[in-house]
């Protein structure tokens, strides 16, 4: 069973006289700052001089170079994209650490295939809000939080998870749970979310358009039907709330009994290959070590995919069908 930790778990007076550096304030940097400030942490920024350095300066953050955020605090977040972390690393961060400073991901992917490899004298603690920031901040707002993987990768100080369950109470994590898992378990998991589930559920949009578009159907009226009314979102929302199973009931009975119908034909059980070669390609770093190539030459690969993806009908179609009708979500 895995561990889960809520807020009696967690004691914020472990960070009494520590300073958090947040490095980067985008969409995670923003959420997690201001959580923690009205938790009652220390908090500064470390950004590059650009927008986002100024939002947080307008937040009332103490803003600094990124350098200099590391060097002033104790606890340093790492909230940039992954791919440009292991330079900024090497760069900004590694000479201002400190032995018995913790250094803290919302991802697990640069201390998992090794393109980060930290000082053995630091905390490397993983804390990864399972939401988009917006809403790591706005469920915070409301009083709840939204869940997180959390994990300890080296614990220097002997107080690690302490620390980390500390940082997990103030971001509001601990208020809905926090999942101990390793860096491994949360990199190789949010992957498989991203390679299988997520391009499975567009490409089935996408074939399903084309089909239904090339057979004489209005492709605006497909495109309300299949996902632009915003349904499909709420369904979503309804199987984290209910269950995969438990939101069936707010569907008519046809629509029961059709589900539950194709839902086999539509997706054999076979399948399960692709999803344990699609695993074994995470596991194995087979996909890590292909994206680092692609950084390294330019993103070749990855401009041509969103190209060829730009150039769809689907885009033309989106459009008119957005000027057609006013689409708002509840
Ligand atoms: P963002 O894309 O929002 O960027 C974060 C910050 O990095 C911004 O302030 C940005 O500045 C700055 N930045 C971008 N490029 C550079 C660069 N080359 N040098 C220095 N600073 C740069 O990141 P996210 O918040 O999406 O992701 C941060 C971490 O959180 C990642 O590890 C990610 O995997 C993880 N995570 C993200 C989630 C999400 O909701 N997006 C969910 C859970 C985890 P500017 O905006 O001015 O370019």
């Known amino acids: 069973m895995v561990k889960v930790y809520r807020d009696e778990d967690a004691d914020l007076s472990t960070l009494e006289g520590e300073t958090i550096a947040v490095i980067g304030y985008g969409n995670q940097g923003r959420a997690q700052a201001l959580n923690m400030r009205d938790s009652g942490l220390e908090v500064i920024i470390g950004n ?36 440009v972390q292991p330079e900024v690393y090497e760069r900004d961060l590694k000479p201002h650490l400190d032995e018995g400073d913790a250094l803290v991901f919302a991802h697990g992917y640069n201390i998992h295939y090794g393109f980060i490899q930290p000082p053995e004298n630091i905390d490397v603690l993983l804390l990864a809000p399972r939401m988009i920031g917006r809403y790591v901040r706005e469920l915070y707002v409301k009083g709840h939080g939204a869940p997180a993987f959390i994990a300890v990768h080296q614990d220097a100080s002997g107080k690690a998870l302490k620390r980390l369950l500390a940082l997990a109470k103030a971001i509001g994590a601990t208020r809905a749970g926090a999942l101990e898992v390793s860096f491994a378990i949360e990199t190789e998991l949010d992957h498989f979310s991203e390679h299988y589930v997520a391009p499975l559920i567009a490409r089935a949009l996408l074939l399903s358009f084309e089909v239904l578009t090339e ?41 029961q009994y059709g589900q539950l119908l194709y839902a086999e034909r539509v997706l054999p059980d076979g399948e399960k290959q692709l999803i344990r070669e699609i695993v074994k390609e995470i ?37 008119r069908l957005r000027e057609l009708v006013s689409i708002r979500l509840p």
């Open 48 to 83: 590059v001089r650009d927008e986002s350095y100024q939002r947080a300066v307008e937040d009332g953050f103490p803003t600094y170079s990124i350098p200099e955020a590391a060097e002033r605090g104790s606890i340093i977040m790492l909230l940039l994209p992954d791919e």
């Open 215 to 255: 057979m004489g159907y209005p492709p605006e009226a497909v495109l309300l039907e299949l996902y632009m009314s915003g349904e499909l979102s709420e369904v979503a929302k309804a199987m984290a709330l209910d269950g995969l199973y438990g939101q069936l009931p707010l569907h008519s009975r046809t629509s």
């Open 283 to 319: 596991q194995t770093g087979v996909f890590a070590r292909e994206w680092s190539l692609e950084q390294r030459l330019g993103y070749p690969v990855f401009r041509k995919l969103w190209e060829k993806a730009m150039r769809h009908p689907i885009n033309e179609a989106e459009r």
